[in-house]
């Protein structure tokens, strides 16, 4: 997953490309560009999206002065249904009516969450500047609400960045507090001492990030501070403590964005739809390109099919010009195709009455004069069976000798005498190849 964090402050546009995995996090460009009169955030912008390499999530990082915080305990833990009943639980919180709000909400610990809110109107805003400059984000948060995922800070303690204060309890944000001039020591002194009256426990270590580091004195802080150092695991991302120090706050966004722990305010109205529309078009595309398959597929078959019915009527035509000359004297046939077939059918038949003809003519002539009649003779295929009548049992031998040239066997079947001295007998037998 890549994802293109920026930052946008008053006085600075801090942009990060990483490349996010489950187990490592690559980054694969940043940029920190100054602005005033001369170079605007839109010039700015303008800048950031020539050199973007591939196609990142945009995550755009406004102000946290921008947005609102409440603690809220719920009996469940399912976000969905937490995000579901959000608005119920902030009615009357804001002077500004709840529907032009746009929510967010994070997991705190210990069953509480911390409720977020900032005006529809300021998120439209940013939206419409970054889209103008040709940079539409998709999603819009700030940098603290990703702190729980710092690198190198414990999981109990104070984070300050030189412009905000969060307070990390189990490695989630619980409480967070913009200040509009930098940060002094009786300043945040007096913020931990208000959440001490509220019953908040307070870790005992404050953690230094970013500005925060240059600019507040160690000396007069409430807490034992320290500036958070490089982890070395992540050395070669980071290559020093100065890029640490300005890429940290955007390498936790990217974290909490892949993990899904990012509360995103483009929401509603507000919701990103570029990425539909994308889908959309792309469907489209498929659509179109399935539809001209289709049209080239049953153009095809229908090309098939005209020359096919092409090939039947000419050959159509040259049967019924052959039954003209076959039958020059008969009118014009209905069907000359059925009429030819029938005529075909009646030669067939000629033909092997032709034969069974023939077959008896050789009969006839085998059984010379002894044999006194043939009263019947039976074909079927090759197996010929005969009944007749002979003057003797001898004859009837010689009668299967006469037929032994003809057959490939004879068999002499029952032989009856009758009282006038004359024999009755059949015979079968199969003829040879070449004699059907």
Known sequence: ????????????????????TKGSTELIGAAS????????????????????????????????????????????????????ILPAQLQGESAIPIEELSLGVLAAESGRFLALWARKHDIGEAIA???EAGLEPQVITSLPFAYGELP???????????????????????????????????MI???????????????????????????????????????????????????????????????????????????DFRQ??????????????KLMLTGILATLVTLLLLGQEGLKYRAVTTDLASVNKSIAALYREIFPTRSK??????????????????????????????IAEAKGNTINGLYEAESEGRSVRIKGDARSNQAVNEFKAALMPLMASVELGEVKSRPDGMVGFILTGTLKEGNK
Not at 1 to 20: N, P, R, S, W, Y
Not at 192 to 216: F, V
Request: aromatic share 6%.
């Open 333 to 362: 046939a209905v069907d000359e195709v059925a009429e030819i077939k029938g005529e075909i059918k009646k030669l067939s038949g000629i033909e092997a009455t032709g034969s069974y003809l023939d077959l008896l003519k050789v």
């Open 129 to 131: 500047c970054f889209r």
């Open 1 to 20: 997953m890549d994802c293109l964090i920026i930052q946008a402050g008053t006085k600075e546009l801090t942009v990060a490309h990483f490349g996010v």
């Open 189 to 263: 002194a007096a913020i931990m001492a208000a959440l001490e009256l509220a019953g908040e426990e307070l870790p005992e270590r404050l953690c230094l990030i970013g500005d925060a580091g240059d600019t507040m004195d160690l000396a007069f802080l409430p807490l034992p501070a320290e500036i958070v150092a490089v982890p070395t695991e992540l050395g070669k991302l980071f290559k020093n403590e100065e890029t640490f120090q300005q890429l940290a706050g955007l390498y936790a966004v990217a974290r909490a964005s892949f993990a899904g722990r990012l509360p």
């Open 152 to 186: 190198g800070i414990p999981a109990d303690c104070f984070v300050c960045d030189g412009s905000t204060l969060a307070l990390i309890r189990g490695g989630k944000l619980t409480y967070f507090r913009t200040f509009n001039s930098t940060p002094t020591g009786p």
């Open 33 to 84: 560009i100054e602005l005033n009169e001369e170079r605007t955030l839109a010039d700015a912008v303008r800048g950031v999206v020539e050199k973007i390499v591939g196609s990142p999530q945009v995550v755009l990082c406004l102000s946290p002065s921008l947005f609102a915080q409440r603690s809220i305990a719920l009996p469940f833990n399912d976000m969905r249904k937490v995000r579901e």
């Open 268 to 281: 509603g109205e507000l919701a990103w739809t570029a990425g539909d529309a994308k889908v959309h078009r």
